[in-house]
């Protein structure tokens, strides 16, 4: 047997759903299943109006534009993401400002974002990490008072909770992804969550090419045109069926990844403290979703030869992010290893663990068997 890191996962409605959508006659962005699911996440998660874009990263790219980042902005952001969150807003001309997450959750330490504000602070933009989010309240407070925007990269957070509240709900902008390794998925898709309602306009505007063709649709005006920046920001309704589909089952996939990151956490509970390593710690304030499990092995040369023997095992872990403050691109803007110490021993030493909707119970076993053996002989 060969247990993949991922495996993209079908819940069966999507089929009937894709052939609904193509058979409407209608197949561009903002149709009847666009509606669908953008009604379904506003309700579900109390989202108070949800725009539906190409991918993850497109999302970030539009939260640039209603976030009117200018050429010379600071953008503060952690060094342990994907590289989107940080391309989004360099893209329309903003300075990186790298922060440093906290060893034990993984995700932005407020202290150093603290360090980091300046007067030309324009957005913060905390990551969720496998539906753990950072202290989001305190991440706003600091924030506020330099005049900045909160918009949390919850690309993996959809369905996790901060302080009782959905993950995509809690700051001004937010955004959801649903490329196929996400929980909840459409091949290639996004969310663009907005809870500002001052936003709601420029958030039409900019998802349609940067034109007022919704009023146009809304019948207050009889011929749309430029009215600010924008792209092309739409998700085509074949793929809006796709994930109605996948919405629709969101208990379900919950569920599911529940059993496999409860049974990976008894499993190392029988360890932790006895051996060189830890596991994300979920703070009380969040409830996640159960979008990752990592493991962090206190020496790196351990994590390698884990990464190794598991895949020898026939089990596909992987690492983390790579920093990207020490980057090529992070280094182009004049950072150092050493300016972000904890993301880099982080990534150094992390392994993620094989968790996707469709594991088998004889998958579960087969990674828990070979993963309990490794620890056991640390
Ligand atoms: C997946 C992911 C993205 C990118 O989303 P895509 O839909 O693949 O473009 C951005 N940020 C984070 C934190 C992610 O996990």
Not at 2 to 9: I, K, L, M, Q, T
Not at 91 to 117: H, Y
Not at 159 to 180: C, D, M, N
Not at 329 to 334: A, D, K, P, T
Request: net charge neutral.
């Amino acid at each position: 047997m060969v247990v993949p890191f991922n495996r993209p996962y079908l819940v069966g409605t999507e089929e009937s759903y894709v052939l609904e959508a193509l058979r409407s006659g209608r197949h561009c962005g903002n149709y009847a299943f666009t509606q669908k699911c953008t009604n379904l996440l506003q309700e579900a998660y109390k989202i108070k109006k949800v725009f539906l874009v190409p991918s993850g990263t497109a999302a970030l790219e539009m939260t640039s534009v209603l976030a009117k980042i200018q050429p010379g902005d600071e953008v503060i952001l952690p060094s342990y993401t994907f590289s989107s969150t940080a391309n989004a807003y360099c893209l329309r001309g903003a300075k990186p400002v790298f922060a440093d997450i906290d060893p034990k959750t993984f995700v932005l330490n407020p202290k150093s974002v603290q360090e980091k504000l300046s007067k030309k602070t324009r957005a913060v933009i905390p990551i969720n990490y496998g539906g753990v989010s950072p202290d989001l309240n305190q991440i706003v407070e600091m924030a506020n008072s330099v005049g900045a925007l909160v918009i949390e990269d919850a690309a993996q957070g959809i369905g996790a909770k901060y302080r009782g509240q959905w993950v995509g709900s809690v700051t001004p902008l937010s955004i959801y992804s649903f490329h196929e390794t996400k929980n909840i998925s459409c091949g290639e898709g996004g969310a663009v969550l907005v809870n500002d309602p001052n936003l709601f306009e420029l958030g039409e505007f900019a998802q349609e090419k940067g034109t007022d063709r919704s009023l146009v649709i809304a019948g207050v005006k009889s011929k749309y045109s430029w009215v600010s920046l924008g792209s092309s920001y739409l998700l085509s309704d074949m793929l809006s069926a796709f994930l109605l589909a996948q919405l629709e089952a969101r208990s379900q996939i919950y569920l599911a990844r529940k059993t496999i990151h409860d049974a990976y956490t008894k499993m190392c509970l029988k360890y932790l403290g006895q051996r060189p390593f830890q596991i994300q710690q979920i703070p009380s304030y969040c409830e996640t979703n159960y979008h990752g499990f990592y493991l962090l092995f206190d020496q790196a040369q351990v994590r390698d030869q884990f990464l190794i023997q598991m895949k020898e095992k026939g089990v596909n872990s992987y690492i983390g992010y790579l920093p990207l403050h020490s980057s090529q691109m992070g280094r182009s803007f004049g950072f150092k290893a050493e300016d972000c110490p904890v993301s880099e021993s982080v990534s150094a030493r992390i392994a993620r663990l094989p968790l996707y909707n469709s594991m088998s119970p004889s998958e579960l076993e087969f990674v828990l068997e070979r993963v309990e053996s490794f620890l056991r002989n640390l």
